[in-house]
């Protein structure tokens, strides 16, 4: 019995028995088998390998004689980009003087109140690991 031309109905196995057959009998992948033109693959390979060069070119280090020509060092420009950050960090909610301020305790204000909390808890972390990593950077 076939399940396709050329593809046999394997017999009864185990998994192992399974993965060897398919690894055995499949043919080798091809925009044909997809119902594609052969330049199909030709197309997905170059974007492949365009992505990949972009990405390795991306890595390389941007310090060097071959710079932009500022004279910063990559610390320079992280500790520059790290002080603007904390700059535009919020203030805490003060929840205290909002609790204050709440009149009636509607679902929709006990809601806002819980998302202040977790915005407080979560601006801490990121400042937290900001002052860490300007510690990394000394």
């Known amino acids: 019995m076939t399940l396709n031309s050329g593809f046999n109905i394997p ?12 690894s055995e009998e499949l043919p080798p992948e091809s925009p044909y088998l997809y119902g594609l033109h052969p ?14 060069f972009r990405t390795v070119l991306e890595m390389q280090p941007r310090d ?18 790290l002080d603007e950050i904390m700059e535009r960090m919020p203030e805490e909610f003060n929840l205290a003087e909002m609790l204050a301020r709440t009149e009636d305790r509607t679902p929709y204000t ?29």
């Open 11 to 22: 017999g009864s196995m185990d998994y192992v028995g399974y993965h060897a057959y398919l």
């Open 39 to 52: 330049n199909a693959e030709i197309g997905f390979l170059t974007m492949t390998s365009e992505h990949l």
């Open 64 to 81: 060097g004689a071959g710079g932009s020509g500022s004279g910063m060092s990559k610390e320079e420009k992280v500790k520059g980009t």
């Open 110 to 138: 006990v809601v806002a109140l819980q998302e202040c909390e977790r915005m407080n808890i979560l601006t801490n972390e990121i400042k937290r690991s900001l002052k860490e990593l300007d510690l990394g950077l000394k």
